[in-house]
């Protein structure tokens, strides 16, 4: 069974930046498609970016287009969501997501694409 383990969330500033991680533990990392999301409270589910297998396709949400980038480490099995000039609205509780679908892509932003999830990892922007 393939596991996913966020981790580097916290409380930050407005402005401020911050690094999300997601380790996966599973067989061929690098056949699965990679996304993140956020949910907030009383918010629906969130797509916040995605990445290709190999990693040169990206794709962002509106929301923060312009303020995050997405890497992954295929030799450590790990993906990345680096944000920056965080504000208060960014606060949520942010999952990664795994899909080794043929027929996914990472432009699609819908989380009932995405076949394995992590448990999240709590992001707080203090204004």
């Known amino acids: 069974q393939v596991q996913l383990v966020e981790s580097g969330g916290g409380l930050v500033q407005a402005g401020g930046s911050l690094r999300l991680s997601c380790v996966v533990a599973?067989?061929?990392?690098?056949?699965?498609?990679m996304g993140w999301f956020r949910q907030a409270p009383g918010k629906e589910r969130e797509f916040v970016g995605a990445i290709s297998r190999v990693g040169g396709e990206v794709y962002y949400g509106d929301s923060v287009k312009g303020r995050l980038t997405i890497s992954r480490d295929n030799v450590k099995n790990t993906v990345y969501l680096q944000m920056n000039s965080l504000e208060p609205e960014d606060t949520a509780v942010y999952y990664c997501?795994?899909?080794?679908?043929?027929?996914?892509?990472?432009?699609?932003?819908?989380?009932?694409?995405?076949?394995?999830w992590g448990q999240g990892t709590q992001v707080t922007v203090s204004s």
């Open positions: 997501a795994a899909s080794m679908s043929f027929m996914m892509s990472p432009a699609r932003r819908s989380p009932r694409d995405y076949d394995y």
């Open positions: 599973g067989r061929t990392f690098s056949s699965y498609i």
